[in-house]
């Protein structure tokens, strides 16, 4: 079982429209409703590759309400901890091109109370057994941003090797504290983290290492429509594809980190499975999840040690 949490969960509502013009009315051809957050998002990709996972998060209000229902009528093992604020709904206005523009809301606070019951919650399903935790997202007013480090120390306790995914000031906070298995930035998150501009492959890979020694084992970089860089301690990878036009990129990411810790197998099989998941999430709208056949991992090409010099681009 891998038991994901995400501590600031969200309604993805996707439009399609033909093109966004700023400031024009626009009409949308069609509107996608999504259970959404990065963690749900990773234990919706894996339930439906048939791999069990269990999704642990706050809820709370006519939208929380919403998103507990879409994931039960689904099928997606969930505890949802009751809060007293409004689940957040998050827009992607999706144009024909592949352009993927999204606005994500706050997020209601948590209450101090609510905080401690999220992780007596989360406490309690990984005692039922889990082996792998992933935690991801964005942290919501009140969390504090050194609860992914709370988390961690969960996972520890427990034995559980811990996977994150997140950005700004939560991911600094856990990178510093050392205590990852797996780190999935996307290659500006990464860039934030270490302070600089991330140019070519080299760039990418020593900042990767820089997170690796301070204490995570693992490095799972994305870079959109370039695939994806897997860095460790001593080794890199990169996989990617052939240029496709995406329908929504929302979720893909998610996917990305899904693939990965679906996959039994060497890191370069990892990696490649995990851009597989990947590419066949852009093909899908809004942050649905594609199904078992449509991943085509044969279109994955996979090289080891990537020359340094080279921009992902050119990869
Ligand atoms: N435009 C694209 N074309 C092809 N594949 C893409 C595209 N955008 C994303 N992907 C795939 O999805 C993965 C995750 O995308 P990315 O945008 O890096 O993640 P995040 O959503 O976390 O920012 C990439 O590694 C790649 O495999
Ligand atoms: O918690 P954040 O950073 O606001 O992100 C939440 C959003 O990210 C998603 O999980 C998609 O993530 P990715 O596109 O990075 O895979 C959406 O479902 C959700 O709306």
Do not use: Y
Not at 62 to 90: C, K
């Amino acid at each position: 079982m891998i038991v994901t949490l995400t501590p600031n969960p969200s309604l993805d509502r996707a439009l399609d429209v033909d093109r966004l013009v700023p400031g024009e009315v626009l009409r949308a051809d069609a509107v996608h409703v999504h259970p959404g957050g990065k963690g749900i998002n990773v234990t919706r990709a894996l339930v439906r590759h048939g791999v069990a996972s269990r999704a642990v998060l706050p809820a709370g209000g006519a939208d929380g309400a919403r998103l507990v229902e879409l994931l039960a009528s689904q099928g997606v093992p969930a505890l949802a901890v009751p809060v007293a604020g409004d689940t957040r709904t998050n827009i992607t206005i999706a144009e024909r091109s592949g352009a993927t523009t999204k606005v994500n809301a706050p997020g209601p606070a948590l209450a101090p109370g609510e905080v401690t019951a999220l992780l007596d919650a989360l406490a309690a399903v990984l005692d039922e057994g889990a082996r792998g935790l992933v935690a991801a997202g964005s942290l919501p007013a009140g969390a504090g941003d050194d609860l992914f480090v709370r988390v961690a120390a969960l996972a520890a306790q427990r034995s559980v090797p811990f996977a994150l995914d997140t950005s700004g000031d939560p991911l600094a906070c856990a990178a510093r504290a050392g205590v990852l298995d797996l780190l999935k930035p996307n290659d500006e998150e990464l860039a934030a983290l270490v302070g600089r501009e991330l140019v070519t492959v080299g760039d990418v890979v020593d900042a990767a290492r820089e997170v690796i020694a301070a204490g995570t084992a693992h490095v799972l970089v994305s870079l959109g429509a370039h695939g994806a860089l897997l860095v460790t301690e001593h080794s890199s990878w990169w996989a990617g594809g052939t240029p496709l036009v995406p329908l929504s990129t929302v979720g893909a990411g998610d996917m990305t980190l899904a693939g990965f810790l679906s996959a039994d197998g060497s890191a370069a099989d990892r990696l490649r499975t995990a851009v597989a998941w990947g590419r066949a999430a852009v093909r899908m709208p809004g942050t649905a999840v594609p199904d078992p056949s449509a991943i085509d991992t044969a279109a994955v090409r996979v090289v080891e040690a990537p020359d340094p010099r080279l921009t992902p681009k050119e990869l």
